[in-house]
């Protein structure tokens, strides 16, 4: 689910065989116990159809650059991901290990866009376009030091514009509940729409050593022989 001092807006990968079955809710209504061990959150997924109309957004600093980063080498990739989602867990791609993540971001249908401020590296956006028709928004975000300013529409004004350019009719993605509180309010206002929700489960990343046990301290970490 998403580094210190990180995003505000943040999304991870989710299988598309996944996103076609719908399943019967076997869980009943009311309050369910989570394993200790565990993380959980309520993923929504949504999407978007059309680019937006008019004038692209401004960038607020002239020193802002929103580039593609054609097959990033591994360490700065690795650095930037956790930069940028450690503070909302984003572990999906640390768990792979680096042959994988190579493998991931040097593959043609992986597009990714970087914010630079001046040559520093401040956001990311990552395309999954191995899907005729459609695009994935596997991961967004800025840093900490970029919340509020006007950053995160920036960089999503820019990416609509180049998704939507492509031979592509729909963008999707999918946020959950240890994002940042505002991420949904932004999505939507930005031309997406909810479409679907599943309940996400999974090991403590930072159990499994992936995080510094310090990182989203929003979330309890909950041991699995019942020690705080």
Known sequence: MAVANAS???LRPISRSLMRKTLPMTLPDGFTDIPPGKIAAIAT???CRCAPSGEPAPAASPNWRF???????LGWYVALLRKVGTAHLWYQRLSLGDAAIAAKIGNEATVI???FDGDTPMGLAELDLSEPGSAELVYFGVVSDLVGTGAARFM?????RFAFGLDIDRLWLHTNTIDHPKAMGFYRRAGFSPVRQMLELAD???LLGLFDRESAPQVPIFEPNGRD
Not at 156 to 160: E, F, G
């Open 204 to 206: 403590d990343p930072r």
């Open 8 to 10: 505000p807006f943040r």
């Open 156 to 160: 999503m004004d820019r990416l609509l």
């Open 67 to 73: 580039e593609r980063v054609d097959r990033p080498e």
């Open 45 to 47: 997924i949504l999407e």
């Open 113 to 115: 866009h970087v914010l």
